[in-house]
């Protein structure tokens, strides 16, 4: 605006006045440093020109003093109406220099001034030095010189000012970008937070309307962000969720807090799913209610592992109570069944007597094997982790299979490994019965000639894992009972017990082994164990912490 207007007035003064010559030079000059200038900002003031728009600025205000009194001297000298123009550069400078640079910039307008008074107090064609005009000037009349000193005061004060209060601005500007920029990383700070909260958060103002929705609140309330931001909570939870609108509006009503409650709402699918609610009254400085802040959680999965741990307490104290009521039936039935074989040797018993004597010690034998079983299952808690070697525990289970009662000579028992020696971490006992187990529910699957039982070992060197495969060609597991299979007391089969997977499966659990199972029917069901690898360089803290680290997974199909 300030070099608009100063080609304004210059514009008048071309045309409307006859100027000298010798300010051709310096307005072409003056055009060439405005050009220049102007291209420099246009570029970009990062490229590291900053001194050379400096420069290329003193050029400029000095070529415009320049101008400046040669206008002045032309259309009057100390009568020019013109004079206010120094006034315009003084201000401009402030901008560029600021306080101490705009004080130069006035000493220089001040002595130009004071030139053109000394180059007009002379005659025609006559040199006269500084000091004769300073006489002169000194001399002159009371007008003249008050003029003059007027001139020079409002110059430097003119300067003062505007040095002052550019300097002030730049002040407060660096302030208000600080303080802008620090406002900006609040802000992003504090919205990537809230949007990258697990929790829903929901803001509402004194008049109920949503005026914030978190990505998490559009997740667990099933809402969208721009469906609900600007209307009344009433109107948008009234359907599906009028607890929690209860909640907000009871909040701006009655200006109260709720830390913690359990509501239900339901989802789009009109499922229904329970949600622990938190609200906070928000206030600004003076106290006045600006709105309600609801933070909430879906408590669907809490609610699931409260239940399973709810159900396993109950079982573990069922199981407890069981494995005692098992002890103590077992005292007086191994009493009962021995007084009857006692009888059973000794009374010729014959038809249908007979017969209810040896249902009775039948029944009496199984009932001590059921009892053996569970209490076996109760008493697998805490295994003692040591160095086992695995294929030779193999071998002796082998060894035990070709006499058990369920084996028979047109079953062919294979044994694979890439490897002789595998030293796993776990419990020698525990880990033969686990095997036998698994074997021996195979075998009484194994009916038909030309059956196969494998027991196939893979050690990972790199993993530090053995994983056992143990694969029969048997008629296989049928969908519908895959997910009961360790279930305590499930059998398909006549004699069984149910107890045989279900003591595997604690085993596993108490030794940390992976175990999973894939079955095919008519095609044979094949048992995985992953075994952790044992070193020699562990300690027997480590062997423990090695062994609680695996996991024991859920059946798979």
Known sequence: ?????????????????????????????????????????????????????????????????????????TTGNINSPFSALFLLTIVSAALAYRLVGTLVVAS???????????????????????PDALKTIVSAQDTVFYSIFLHILIFYLIAFISGYLAERLETRGRQLADTSRALKQAKLETDDILKHLNSGLLTVDAGGRVIFFNPAAERILGYREEEVKGMRCDEVFADRMPELAADLLDGLQHVDSH???????????????????????????????????????????????????????????????????????RNPLTAISGSVEVLNNELHLQGENARLMQLIVKESHRLSRI??????????????????????LINDVLQILHHHPSFHSDVRLNFE????????????????????????????ALEEKGDELTFRLVVDRVGRMVELYIQDNGPGIAGEHRKRVYQPFFSTK????????????RICSALRVDIGFDSQLDHGTTFRLEFATYTDDRSDSRVASTASQAVVKSPSA
């Not at 050009?35 to 600025?57: E, K, N, P, T």
């Open 417 to 444: 490994s890439d490897g002789s020696i595998a030293y796993v971490v776990g419990d020698e006992d525990l880990i033969k019965q686990l095997l036998l187990n698994l074997a021996v529910n195979a075998l009484e």
């Open 1 to 73: 605006m300030r070099l608009i207007t100063f080609v304004i007035l210059f514009a008048v003064v071309v045309f409307g006045i006859d100027y000298p010559g010798f300010l051709h030079l310096p307005l072409i000059l003056y055009s060439v440093f405005t050009l220049g200038f102007a291209l420099l900002l246009a570029f970009d003031r990062r490229h590291r020109l900053q001194m050379m728009s400096v420069s290329v600025i003193a050029l400029q205000f000095l070529l415009e003093i320049v101008i400046e009194s040669g206008i002045i001297f």
């Open 494 to 505: 006549r004699q069984g017990t149910g107890l045989g997977l279900a003591i595997v499966h």
């Open 108 to 130: 220089l307008v001040s002595l130009a001034y004071t030139f053109i008074i000394w180059l007009h107090s002379g005659e025609v064609g006559e040199l006269v030095f500084f």
């Open 259 to 329: 830390p913690r409650r359990e509501i239900n709402i339901q989802t789009a699918e009109r499922q229904v799913i329970p949600l622990g609610l938190s609200t906070s009254i928000l206030t600004d400085e003076g106290g006045s209610l600006r709105g309600v802040i609801a933070i909430f959680s879906d408590l669907t999965d809490a609610k699931s592992l409260e239940s399973k741990v709810r159900a396993a307490d109950r079982l573990a104290a069922v199981g407890e109570l069981s494995a005692s009521i098992a002890h103590e039936i």
């Open 371 to 392: 009892l053996s079983e569970f209490l076996q299952y109760a008493r697998i808690d805490r295994p003692a982790y040591n160095k086992v070697e695995l294929c030779h």
